[in-house]
């Protein structure tokens, strides 16, 4: 079945680490994205790649980075400079252009400890 | 400026009842894309309809019905004889036609629906 993965659903990290969320696709779609959830809150965009090797910040990419070196894997690190990174993380992808329908993986759950 | 303001925090409607999401839109563009999504507990967003900026035709898809008006930039969605089921946080989305490559999706502050027995 095709479709969207994210590892690992629940993830801790100690304040002052890195660590890398995975997002993987077989939908064969040349757009990925980044969003972030806070309680009660929309999604926000961190990160998109519309082509792979090539990636474009959104609205809160300070203190995350992403790389696009295969079509299917959108990684996306949370550095220690996210002040806040506790949060619901979701990778999304599109066809194609940003009109397209996005799907959506089913998230990881990040907790700062 | 794009916007997507969906006014209704949170719903609670006794099953069986009819209930409508509001949903409404800003956008300076003649072409653009709506869509609705429906995450339950579980997290993921679910794609439920998307409709482009040409068609205001009402789209009906079993209990969901969904009404596009450009005249009041409002695009609701209304569940018939709602069940506990669907119980979830329901987000409208609006996308621009991209210029220069411009990537631009904005998702509402989402509507919490509580269903009760």
């Known amino acids: 079945d095709g479709g969207i993965t994210q590892s690992p659903k629940y993830l801790f990290r100690k304040e002052g680490q890195n660590v890398t969320l995975s997002c993987e696709q077989n939908?064969?779609?040349?757009?990925m994205y980044w969003y972030r959830q806070d309680p009660g809150q929309g999604l926000r965009l961190i990160y998109y790649?519309?082509?792979?090797?090539?990636?474009q910040k959104g609205d809160i990419a300070e203190g995350y980075s992403v790389s696009r070196e295969k079509k299917e894997s959108f990684p996306l690190t949370v550095t220690s400079a996210q002040k806040n990174p506790t949060a619901f993380y979701l990778c999304?992808?599109?066809?194609?252009?940003?009109?397209?329908?996005?799907?959506f993986g089913p998230g990881t759950r990040l907790t700062v400890l | 400026a794009q916007k997507v303001t969906q006014a209704q925090t949170e719903i609670s409607v006794v099953e069986k009842e009819d209930v409508t999401l509001d949903c409404v839109y800003e956008?300076?563009?003649?072409?653009?894309?709506l869509f609705w999504y429906k995450q339950p507990p579980s997290g993921e967003l679910v794609f439920l309809i998307r409709?482009?900026?040409?068609?205001?035709q009402n789209e009906i898809s079993g209990r969901y019905s969904w009404n596009f008006q450009k005249s009041t930039s409002s695009f609701n969605f209304t569940i018939t004889a709602s069940q506990v089921v669907d119980s979830a946080v329901y987000f409208c989305?609006?996308?621009?036609?991209?210029?220069?490559?411009?990537?631009?999706?904005?998702f509402g502050t989402g509507t919490r629906l509580k269903v009760l027995a």
């Open positions: 939908l064969n779609h040349d757009a």
């Open positions: 999304a992808s599109t066809v194609g252009r940003g009109t397209d329908t996005q799907y």
């Open positions: 790649s519309q082509i792979v090797n090539d990636f």
């Open positions: 409709r482009n900026s040409f068609d205001e």
């Open positions: 989305a609006l996308s621009e036609a991209p210029t220069s490559g411009t990537y631009k999706y904005i």
């Open positions: 956008t300076r563009d003649t072409t653009y894309y």
